[in-house]
């Protein structure tokens, strides 16, 4: 059974830090390309940032970019999202996600919601 488990969200003043944690179980993990996505009360789920099986390429979406970075120890099965200069609007449930990573894919399926598991999410509330 392939698990999902985020970690690491909380309250915190806006301007501060956090750091989400992903761990994987269930699946070979060290193959797949993993997505971090949030959903903000009464809106959308939308994409936050994307990394391939090997960590050599990762996404971000423009509102998260220079603010947010994506990494993964895949001897740990385990994705991460260090979140630095939060602000109020980065408030959200943060989803963690993964699909078997592919040669073929462009940014856009990393970048797009086609992933075939995803963790039950972890709060981030962000005060101003």
């Known amino acids: 059974q392939v698990q999902l488990v985020e970690s690491g969200g909380g309250l915190v003043q806006a301007g501060g830090s956090l750091r989400l944690s992903c761990a994987a179980s269930?699946?070979?993990?060290?193959?797949?390309?993993m997505g971090w996505f949030r959903q903000a009360p009464g809106k959308e789920r939308k994409f936050v940032s994307a990394?391939?099986?090997?960590?050599?390429?990762?996404y971000y979406a423009d509102s998260v970019k220079g603010r947010f970075t994506i990494s993964r120890d895949n001897a740990k099965n385990t994705v991460y999202l260090q979140m630095n200069s939060l602000k109020p609007e980065d408030t959200a449930v943060y989803y963690c996600?993964?699909?078997?990573?592919?040669?073929?894919?462009?940014?856009?399926?990393?970048?797009?919601?086609?992933?075939?598991?995803w963790g039950q999410g972890t709060q981030v509330t962000v005060s101003s």
């Open positions: 269930g699946r070979t993990f060290s193959s797949d390309a």
């Open positions: 996600a993964a699909k078997r990573d592919r040669t073929y894919y462009s940014s856009s399926d990393y970048r797009g919601q086609e992933y075939d598991y």
């Open positions: 990394i391939t099986w090997s960590g050599g390429n990762t």
